[in-house]
């Protein structure tokens, strides 16, 4: 629900698998961290009942009732995330970077899974409210490459099968990116998109230069000044 809850900085990275949004969430936090204090979360998850959520929908459990019901599940565990860390967080003052949030569900429910838009609209309206980020950084990539840099960590890791969206075809992956490329043009004041295919230090530089044009202030000058390697 709409809350007046906006003396912190909300932050949300979205974009498809292996976009490297956690990657960039982390050194962002790092950079901030020098002057202000930043709170780290993700979606679905972020507290602990949404991360029981979190468990049961990437296991797949939800899949079969289709993607209303996953949107509502996801929506769930978004409600109480917001009221249990992000908004408490905003009040304090905080920064708050989130790794997705609403947007992911506008592209992998709705514009990839084909829940109508004016479901998505409705379910955002009651359950995000007035609680919208401030800024939002669409990590943009080809999914062959997310799916390889996706699949690579797994094998790191020893996991063995992919997750209830990395199972999905390149079409859906591919319907995906062209969902994010279209909320970045729909609402260009509050979404940046970030060419996501450099080396981790070149998006890092891309990330702060739209941070610092969009929120000014809140880097520190010298890591304003910061270009690619
Ligand atoms: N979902 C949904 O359907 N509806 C919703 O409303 C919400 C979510 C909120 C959550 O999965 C799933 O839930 C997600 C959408 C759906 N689909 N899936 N799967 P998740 O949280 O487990 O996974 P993810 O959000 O897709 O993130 P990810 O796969 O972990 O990718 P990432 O965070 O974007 O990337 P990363 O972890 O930073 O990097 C991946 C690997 O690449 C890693 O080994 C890095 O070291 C490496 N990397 C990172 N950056 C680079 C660069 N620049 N070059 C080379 N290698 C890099």
Known sequence: MSLPDSRGVFITFEGGEG???????????????????????????????AEEIREALLAGVAKPYGPFAEALLFSA??????????RPALRAGEIVLCDRFMDSTRAYQGAAGGLD?????ALERVVVGGTR????????????????????????QGASAP???????????????????????????????????????AVEAAVRRAVAARLPG???PDAERVDAA
């Open 133 to 156: 980020p401030d800024l939002t950084l669409i990590l943009d990539l080809a999914p062959e490459t997310g799916l390889a840099r996706a699949r690579a960590r797994a094998a790191g």
């Open 77 to 86: 565990a978004r409600i109480d995330h917001l009221d249990h860390l992000i």
């Open 19 to 49: 976009a490297g949004k956690s990657t960039q969430v982390a050194r962002l936090a790092r950079t901030l961290r020098a002057r202000r204090s930043v709170v780290t979360t993700r979606e679905p998850g972020g507290s602990p009942r």
């Open 218 to 220: 809140l880097l520190a």
């Open 117 to 121: 838009p004016d479901a998505v609209a």
């Open 163 to 201: 997750d209830r969206f990395e199972a999905e075809a390149l079409a859906f992956h591919a319907r995906l990116r062209a969902a994010f490329r279209e909320i970045a043009e729909a609402e260009p004041a509050r979404c940046v998109l970030i060419e996501a295919a450099g080396t981790a230090e």
